[in-house]
């Protein structure tokens, strides 16, 4: 899992220390000075790489950082519905944007999506699970 990882990092550029962690509910880089990858462990090691690819391209543009100022200039500016849209486009373009650098720097869109759908169901499953809970 460590040399996957190394080998994303190689590829990226990147030289900068990030953490590993494992045991998260959503596959997350959170951090602006000590990054931190989160994922979750119901990944095989062959879908690692996608994962790790999309995740330290956040890293590589700085998107943590760039999400922080947009947060706090929704904070700000709440009362304005086109902030919120943009805040809403933001964020959908940089997770367009690392998927398709990880499927460019990879090769393969039909794995890449395949991992993508496998996470989202299990996001989605969690919400449906949480939601008949509260209806209890």
């Not at 997350?28 to 979750?40: A, D, H, L, S, T």
């Not at 119901?42 to 994962?51: A, G, N, P, Q, S």
């Not at 790790?52 to 700085?62: A, D, I, R, T």
């Amino acid at each position: 899992v460590l040399q996957i990882f190394e080998d994303c990092k190689t590829a990226l550029r990147i030289q900068k220390k990030i953490l590993l962690k494992t045991g998260a509910e959503q596959t997350m880089i959170v951090g602006i000075f000590r990054p931190v990858i989160y994922i979750k462990e119901d990944f095989h090691k062959d879908e690692l790489k996608y994962v790790f690819m999309h995740e330290l391209c956040h890293e590589k543009h700085k998107d943590v950082l760039f999400s922080l100022v947009a947060a706090v200039l929704m904070t700000i500016f709440w009362f304005n519905p086109v902030v919120w849209l943009a805040f809403w486009v933001f964020r959908r373009d940089l997770e367009v944007y690392c998927d398709d650098r990880a499927i460019k720097a990879l090769g393969s869109r039909r794995e890449y999506a395949r991992v993508l759908v496998k996470s989202a169901a299990v996001l989605f499953l969690s919400v449906l699970l949480f939601l008949a809970e509260i209806r209890r």
